[in-house]
DNA sequence: ATCTAGTTAGTAATCAATCACAAACTTATA
DNA sequence: TATAAGTTTGTGATTGATTACTAACTAGAT
């Protein structure tokens, strides 16, 4: 059946994202994208020169998905908004397993220099809105002042990757977001001014 | 050049993770690892059946070079052995740096079972480590006690993976055991009774 | 003389990418 | 409106490279 280009891109960069899931980003093969989607392999190849740049297409999308979700991450305070934006990155991983395991695949790591600047961005500007969120709680008073923000952001960022990495390589038998809101309050609870 | 059997195995054990350090584990091919030891690629199958045998050689290897390193981590008191512990890891993480990739490694996550199971058990070894030594603070009076070890403990090994995958990611231009033992400072520092 | 650790020279499988070509859609003109 | 011309999206067959693994043979030490 014959789309339109740019719904087939969009129809190849999904099901990319969906086989990484299910089987490993390493093991998407075109020929297993290709049936996966109903066309011939060498269909894919109509609509992108090479399989690196399939990857860097869905890399963009990925990007786009994250930074609505942050944007969506709303609250009044700042510890809320710690909070929503934690929460909104735990439920994307959770909704594609694979964007840990794309972090040391392969496809990443060897050869796809542009797909591993475009990740390092994302991680890079998640990072640098945690920094502003818990610099503001420290301005309104909410988090202790005797730590930088980089740091704590890097204890907050740490717990998200290690929470993924223990669900990633574990059963996926408990609730990503769950458990890590759950952790995550521990850990602001420990961040909070001590009122007694 | 011949070489007694023990010897060569030991040789290809060392080549291949040196190899996964180097160009990732997925990377490793037979023939890669051959060259870089001056043999021929058959000659490999003389001491391992298969590829995957040879990846489970390794884990034992460096099952072997984990566990005594934490065994010398060693301190008097519960916080300093976190600190030891901890140290340790990111210690054995920098030496070898192909440890983070493999546990996403597509060797690990597509057919070799018992590597999987291999490098899970690690993990859970080292949190259960973690773990008892945070009680034990907590029973020494020096930790929190309105926290679950359990808690705790992933807020730790969390933060090592956090800063591995930071340090791996980046251009590795920072000391991953300097800047992740000054950050669990920081997080014990939280994690300490008050005493004011 | 007999293992032992090696070799060279293969195999079958898998993969990304290319090729000539065909069908379906679009546009312009008679 | 009908149709010719051109473009887009597809296919099947194939290629060349790479891979793990095997088979048949060989040099050297005890």
Avoid at 24 to 43: K, L, N, W, Y
């Amino acid at each position: 059946m014959r789309k339109p280009a740019e719904l087939r891109k969009a129809e190849i960069v999904a099901t990319v994202l969906d086989l990484a899931d299910k089987i490993g980003p390493d093991r998407v093969t075109t020929g297993a994208a290709a049936s996966a989607i109903g066309v011939s392999q060498a269909a894919l190849f109509r609509h992108f020169p090479t399989k690196a740049a399939m990857w860097l297409a869905v890399a963009d999308h990925v990007t786009e998905e994250l930074t609505t979700a942050w944007d969506n991450a709303r609250a009044d305070e700042p510890v809320g908004r710690l909070e929503a934006l934690v929460a909104a990155q735990l439920a994307q991983i959770m909704a594609k397993p694979a964007l840990p395991m794309l972090l040391f695949s392969r496809e990443l790591n060897v050869g796809n220099e542009d797909l591993r600047a475009a990740f390092r961005g994302l991680l890079m500007k998640f990072q640098a809105l945690i920094v502003t969120e818990v610099a503001r709680g420290q301005e309104a008073g909410c988090l202790r002042r005797d730590l930088a923000p980089a740091d704590v952001a890097i204890l907050l960022t740490s717990l998200v990757q290690g929470m993924a990495i223990r669900w990633s390589l574990g059963a996926r038998d408990f609730s990503l977001i769950q458990e890590g809101v759950r952790l995550l309050n521990v850990q602001l609870g420990l961040l909070a001014v001590k009122r007694d």
